[in-house]
């Protein structure tokens, strides 16, 4: 299996433990209206013959649509199929929003990278109001997101996730996770408070997530940002390089998003 095709595979397998993914024939589709992030609410997995592309493209639109979703979302990756399936995309009026960069760990010596001033510690299930909160703060989300991210990390840690907060000076200012599957360890959310940010606490929560996915029995460790964004600069410092990169085509059915 090579490199794609695993760390698709490990995406797939990733949503597919959610609750609110249904396989819908030729791709699984988010849904999360809670967090109506594209990241939450798209369909991956295309994979139909070039003759079906419209017909999984109408059901696709004809599912958002009919929960009063504001708009539709593909997520597009290297093994999308049909490969005409992105002309189809434009041509009924889809706009890419959002191209990421699926990065791999390829670094040595991790624990250079670890801050002693930096305390990580990982949180348990009557601390994540307080993950939450310091999440859509480091992000800038809306706080009413916050419920919905707490339906997330519980079901996460639940199923053997972990999720991190780094203290400094005995304050929480940084977030990190980390979610296991297919030998594979894939690290979120990670962020820090505008005020600490440069004081290597997002790369020594990153580096904590890989000695954590090590210790885990993972061979691949990957993380997903934006494309040619400042933290996909952090974390080829650290040692991460890119294997792809994914885009997310979106159509709106209402008002443009702002």
């Not at 400042?230 to 040692?239: D, Q, S, T």
Request: net charge negative; proline share 3%.
């Amino acid at each position: 299996m090579g490199s794609v095709e695993r760390l698709e595979k490990f995406w797939r397998n990733l949503f597919l433990t959610f609750p609110w993914v249904t396989d819908v024939g030729g791709a699984v589709i988010v849904y999360y209206p809670d967090v109506p992030m594209f990241v939450l609410n798209h369909a991956a997995d295309i994979n139909v013959d070039e003759d079906e592309a419209e017909n999984l493209l109408s059901r696709v639109m004809k599912y958002f649509s009919s929960r009063d979703f504001p708009y539709a979302c593909f997520r597009i990756s290297p093994l999308t199929r049909p490969r005409s399936f992105l002309s189809l995309l434009e041509d009924q009026g889809f706009e890419r929003k959002e191209e990421a960069s699926v990065m791999v760990f390829k670094g040595r010596q991790v624990e250079e990278g670890l801050n002693s001033e930096v305390e990580v510690r990982e949180i348990s299930e009557s601390e994540i109001d307080a993950y939450n909160k310091l999440l859509v703060t480091i992000f800038e989300m809306p706080i009413e997101w916050e419920k919905g991210f707490g339906r997330i990390i519980l079901e996460r840690i639940r199923r053997g996730g972990k999720c991190y907060l780094a203290y400094t000076e005995g304050k929480p200012v940084g977030t990190c996770a980390l979610f296991s599957s297919v030998k594979t360890g894939g690290i979120f959310n990670v962020g820090t408070l505008k005020e600490y940010r440069r004081h290597g606490i997002g790369t020594t929560l990153t580096v904590n997530a890989v000695l954590d996915s090590i210790d885990e029995g993972n061979d691949l460790h990957t993380l997903q940002t934006a494309k040619g964004g400042p933290a996909e600069r952090l974390y080829k410092k650290i040692g991460f390089e890119i294997d792809h990169t994914v885009s997310f085509f979106v159509k709106n059915f209402r008002a443009k998003l702002s």
